[in-house]
């Protein structure tokens, strides 16, 4: 059973940058696809970004050139850099860790980004 923890959420006014990290437990990191997921209120949780154990990485178009998904396979850690926030980046941010039908979830950080 893996455990993700995420940390590094808070508020920020738009045009401030944040950086996520999702710590993970067990000694399959580097085996694991990890991913973003934000879910604001009354819409559905959605992919952010997404890491492959082989470094591929992909983006939703909404955040594309502002955030940037790294991996520390030594740290077990995921990371998610935001730039250049904005009103519509409030959400809560999900770390996400699979392997075929091995997926666990974190428990979530706010990010709310408001003047």
């Known amino acids: 059973q893996t455990q993700l923890v995420e940390s590094g959420g808070g508020l920020v006014q738009p045009g401030e940058s944040l950086r996520l990290s999702c710590a993970a437990s067990?000694?399959?990191?580097?085996?694991?696809?990890m991913g973003w997921y934000r879910q604001a209120p009354g819409k559905q949780r959605e992919l952010v970004a997404r890491i492959t154990s082989g470094g591929s990485t992909n983006y939703a178009d909404s955040v594309k050139h502002r955030f940037t998904i790294s991996r520390d396979n030594a740290k077990n850690t995921v990371y998610l850099q935001m730039n250049d926030l904005k009103p519509d980046d409030t959400a809560v941010y999900y770390c996400?860790?699979?392997?075929?039908?091995?997926?666990?979830w974190g428990q979530g950080t706010q990010v709310t980004v408001s003047s």
């Open positions: 996400n860790s699979n392997r075929g039908p091995f997926d666990y």
């Open positions: 067990g000694n399959l990191f580097s085996f694991y696809t």
